[in-house]
């Protein structure tokens, strides 16, 4: 059974994953509405891996006899100055869920609870993908910038992005 101070912290965990659900959903939205379909497309695939992350959290801590407690979600930022502004946001938003995931681990460890050392595993790994995403995105923006036909054909790169498959990979 996950101790009282895991629950806690799995809890928050949870929270900052829909949390990043709703900021990447701003972030489509913002893209929407300045004719950027693609790179809309590239949020709204991240937004749903965000909230696959707080499910399987939830599942772990109902299959540990945890109780799942859901908290508010502040409301997202909408307005960016430009598209890399957007993505260097992306960036800074995963580095901090990186951390808090490390921390997680960390109290796992603390706590002796080698199922959630190995449930957390999995996020460990995901958020060096989730970064490297983001930094990818960030390089090709940069390598564009003042170029609005650049900017275009990234639009279209970013709108191959499934569940599967990266932006710079798609
Ligand atoms: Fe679930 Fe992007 O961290």
Known sequence: M????????????????LASSYAYLAMASHFDANSLP????????????????????????????GQVVLGAIPAPNHEFATPLAVFEAALHHEQVVTKSIHALYALAVAENDYPAQVMLQWFINEQVEEEKNAMTAIDQLKMAAGNPSAILMLDQLFGARTAEATAGEA
């Open 2 to 17: 996950l101790s009282p101070k895991l629950q806690t912290a799995i809890n928050a965990q949870i929270n900052l994953e």
């Open 38 to 65: 693609g790179m809309s497309n590239w949020m709204r695939v991240q937004s749903e891996e965000e909230r696959v992350h707080a499910m399987k959290l939830y599942d772990h801590m109902g299959d540990r006899g």
